[in-house]
Each structure stands twice: as C-alpha cells, then as structure tokens.
C-alpha cells in the first residue's frame, strides 16, 4: 500500500463512497486522497495531524479533511475499545463537472474553501450524527440525499480550521514515504530526547537538508512540530490522568526541566498547566 497518496476504494461506479471503519487503531500512516473527506467519528480518541497543526479528535467529532492534504490519524495508545469512524467521500467532480455549480447550491463554494484547510464543525453536531447514523442502512439514493442535507447543515454551522497552512505541492511517493517515516518515528518516540541529528538520520538526509525540507513542507520548524505535539500529550494527561504532579507531566511529555515546560505551554495555550487543569475539570 502506498502511503501518498491513498486510494479509497470505489464500489462500481459510485460518486459517493460511504466507508464504516472498526479498528483497533485508525490507519497511522500519513497519507493523502483526493476525495474530500466529511468523517464522523462514533468512538476512540487520539491526535490528528493535518497541514501545519496538531489536532485532538475526540468521540462525537465532526471532521472535514480537504482534497490532496496529507494527514495521519493517531489512536490514543491507552485505548481500550474499538475506533469507529464513518465517512463519506467524494470530490468537486464525482455527480459531474456542473452539479455543484447549480443554482440550487448557491454558496457549496464556502464549504470547499474551508476544505481546502480542514475544519472540525462546532455546533450542529447532534443533527448531523443523526443523519451519519442513518446512512448504513439507507440505499443509493437516500444516502446522496443525506450527504446533501449533511453539507446543508454543515455550512450553517460553526466550524473550526484544522490547519492554517497547507502545503499545496503533491508529494511523489518518495517524499510521502520520507515524511511518514518522520511522523512515525516522532509520535512515537516524542518522549525522548529527539535530536536533529537523530530526525535527519530517519529522513536520511542531513541535518541542514532537513531542516529546510521540513520547513518547507509544515511552515515550522521541526523542534516546533516536536514541542507542539508534546504540549498536546500534556494537555491531555492533565485532563485524564489527575493524579499525575504537573512535574511528571512534564517529564512523560519528554521535556527536561519544568521551567521550560511552563514556558512552553504558555506560549501554546496562553495559560498555565496548573490554571488549565482546573479549567477543563
């Protein structure tokens, strides 16, 4: 299986592909389709990148992921039970170069301009988990007429951006490979002392190469991705694991003092680890 870009799988001839995910782990490789994405995710939780930014998903999200933008799903590693997620794909073109320029849907062009970043939708979320619920069950045609009530609702909703940059370039397979390797290898080792020596090494090239390379491609350091991923790992032990001392929670993020923990979240969240426990209690 290729890692960029990504095939989803068409039944036949259909425009609108519905897809059921039940997996132990979503698919954690860092890939890219050229369907739009509107994903509905029923249970698990864990990390999302997409474009320059780290996302948390939650049980209950709403996701829209845009044409040919690489993203990576990260399961929660504590997780217990199974992740669900139901999607539904499809492109500007899958009903035909014209359909979405019809009369009758006057303003789907603000819908896929905020594709074009990734957005989690904010308000409405228990109408449209009520119209994904109902899609396993409905044939062809009321599955199309759901989607158009989906996007309906979805554009008189609030929505938030997944991501303010997007590298707009397709990546060959090698650079797809290249970049899943560093992804990977950051997720999972983010709690230990990470070098650019060490990153350039997994991306085999050298460090200079890869600094300018990573940049170019996220419109952020690597030690910024590295520090942004280990502020969301805090954030989310700080929630669920309350008996942890903000000091172990900054040495299971991977930082190595808690001055420059503190410093870092604040610049990230714009409050205290201490003041955003309590807030989020």
């Known amino acids: 299986m290729k890692v960029l870009p990504f095939k989803i799988p068409k039944p036949g001839k259909e425009a609108l592909v519905y897809q059921e995910d039940h997996e ?3 698919y954690d490789k860092l890939h890219e389709h050229e369907e739009i994405q509107i994903s509905y995710i029923a249970k698990g939780s864990g990390s999302l990148i997409l474009g320059d930014t780290i996302n948390e998903y ?3 999200d709403i996701l829209v992921i845009g044409e040919h933008i690489p993203h990576v799903f990260k399961s929660d590693d504590n997780a217990t039970d199974k992740s669900i997620m139901y999607t539904l794909f499809f492109t500007k073109n899958s009903f035909g170069k014209e ?5 009758d849907l006057t303003g789907i062009d603000n819908f896929f301009n905020e594709a074009e970043y990734g957005m989690k939708i904010s308000s409405n979320s228990d109408e449209l988990i009520r119209k994904f619920s109902r899609l396993k069950n409905q044939n062809r045609i009321e599955r199309l007429a759901t989607f158009l009530q989906i996007l309906d609702r979805i554009q008189q909703s609030d929505k938030v951006p997944l991501s303010s940059f997007v590298y707009h370039k397709k990546y060959t397979e090698i650079e797809g490979k290249r970049m899943n390797d560093v992804y990977e290898y950051t997720l999972n080792h983010f709690q230990e002392n990470i070098t650019l020596d060490t990153i350039a090494e997994v991306a085999n090239m050298t460090k200079n ?3 300018r390379y ?4 996220t419109n952020k350091t690597f030690l910024q991705f590295l520090i942004e991923l280990r502020i969301e790992h805090a954030c989310k032990l700080l929630y669920k694991e309350r008996e942890l001392s903000v000091s172990a929670v900054s040495e299971l ?3 190595q003092n808690i001055a420059n923990f503190n410093r870092k979240f604040k610049e990230l969240k714009h409050t205290t680890p201490t003041r955003y426990r309590i807030n989020v209690a």
Not at 214 to 217: A, C, E, H, I, L
């Open 209 to 211: 190469a890869f600094c």
């Open 24 to 26: 132990d782990r979503f």
């Open 99 to 103: 359909f979405f320029k019809l009369t």
């Open 253 to 255: 993020c991977g930082f």
């Open 58 to 60: 939650h049980e209950n």
């Open 214 to 217: 990573f940049k170019k491609r």
